[in-house]
């Protein structure tokens, strides 16, 4: 059965620290992989996706995740986060190719001063 | 990106009563729009497949006569949650888009007293 984990429900970093996120995946096919971000009572804001190609992806907000098909992983880094990265944030697949995606079940950053 | 309008933000309703979220694709004709429910603390989770023109397909566990959905146009999409009761309140997103991206309302927070 297809399935995103994300391992870390709760990550506290301090601003201008490093920040990775990880996230595995279970999933037949080839995977569609993105990184989507949420602030409070917010809708979901697309931090970038990986189909194919380089597995080095880049995103907006200074963000990028790496694709590793032996570890079925495309974790989220950022080199220096800003007060303004607390939020959710979720990684999701494309499970078909109408567009139904699977979420895991997200993390939640904090950024301390 | 496509623009992706979810109106109302906010609804507060009485337990028994039904609340209708409208789900607006402002520039991207959408025959499949999704619906997403979002519990406290918790990830999206799927709760149906919206198609236009004709009958959406729901998730396991998705209760079809007690949230209608309704695709009448390439534009809109709404979710009525019939007769709610208070273990409906939740945070509910549409979607639209297709495999290679999916585009979020901003969400609609149902509180049923």
């Known amino acids: 059965a297809q399935s995103v984990t994300q391992p870390d429900i709760h990550i506290t970093v301090s601003e201008g620290a490093s920040l990775e996120l990880r996230c595995n995946y279970s999933y037949g096919a080839t995977p569609y992989l993105f990184w989507y971000v949420q602030s409070p009572g917010q809708g979901l804001q697309l931090l970038l996706k990986y189909f194919s190609g380089d597995t080095l992806v880049q995103g907006i907000k200074g963000f990028e995740a790496e694709f590793k098909r032996s570890q079925s992983s495309f974790n989220l880094r950022k080199p220096s986060v800003h007060w303004s990265d607390a939020a959710e944030y979720f990684c999701a697949v494309s499970t078909d190719s109408w567009g139904k995606f699977q979420f895991g079940a997200g993390t939640q950053v904090v950024v301390t001063p | 990106g496509a623009v992706v309008s979810q109106h109302p933000s906010w609804v507060i309703c009485k337990s028994g009563t039904s609340v209708k979220i409208e789900c607006r694709s402002l520039?991207?004709?959408?025959?499949?729009m999704f619906w997403y429910r979002q519990f406290p603390k918790q990830s999206l989770m799927l709760m149906a497949t919206?198609?236009?023109?004709?009958?959406?397909?729901?998730e396991q566990g998705v209760e079809k006569d007690k949230f209608l959905i309704n695709h009448a146009s390439l534009t809109l999409s709404t979710l009525t949650v019939t007769s709610a009761h208070p273990e409906d309140s939740s945070f509910y997103i549409c979607?639209?888009?297709?495999?290679?991206?999916?585009?979020f309302g901003a969400g609609t927070r149902l509180s049923v007293l």
């Open positions: 520039d991207f004709q959408a025959t499949t």
């Open positions: 979607s639209v888009g297709g495999k290679n991206i999916q585009y």
């Open positions: 919206s198609n236009e023109g004709s009958k959406a397909t729901y």
